[in-house]
């Protein structure tokens, strides 16, 4: 859409005639100009969501689509009034969200949550999470539990 050029149709047609087709471009039409971002950390999300946008100046009188792919969980990171402010001289600003949901946790067949202990359904949750370092955290949850016990 956004590098394609644009055309009206004007057809002739007559009873009993050949239909004459004639294709005019128009020009000195808008500038389209379509942007996507995919964010990667949860850091400054305004500020890279900006940068992902051309400059003030080339927006000027452009309809601007900005396509944004990032975590669910990031949604109340995105300044969305912030960056209507930026493109305030296009002349129309689209922004579509697109938040990503990590797939469910799923436990084997037969298995019932309730017969998972809790150091079991840690693993499962660093495991959905991808945390890097599960195995410290698994260990450190171990050792806190085992001292939770001893007290009792």
Do not use: C
Not at 43 to 59: F, G, I, Q
Not at 76 to 99: N, Q
Request: glycine letters at 4%; hydrophobic letters at 40%.
């Amino acid at each position: 859409e956004a590098k394609e050029e644009r055309f009206f149709v004007i057809a002739d047609v007559e009873k009993g005639q050949d239909t004459n087709v004639e294709w005019i471009q128009l020009t000195g039409v808008r500038k389209f100009i379509d942007r996507r971002a995919s964010l990667s950390s949860s850091e400054n999300v305004t500020e890279s969501l900006k940068e992902a946008l051309p400059k003030p100046k080339e927006m000027s009188g452009a309809i601007i689509r900005l396509v944004v792919d990032y975590p669910r969980e990031w949604d109340s990171l995105i300044d969305e009034s912030a960056l209507r402010k930026y493109t305030a001289d296009a002349f129309e600003f689209h922004f579509v969200k697109r938040p990503q949901i990590e797939s469910r946790v799923r436990i084997d067949e037969g298995q019932v949550v309730s017969s998972l202990s809790p150091l079991d359904l840690l693993g499962q949750y660093f495991d959905a999470a991808k945390v890097s370092n599960a195995d410290e955290l698994q260990q450190l949850a171990r050792d806190i539990m085992s001292e939770d016990l001893s007290e009792s």
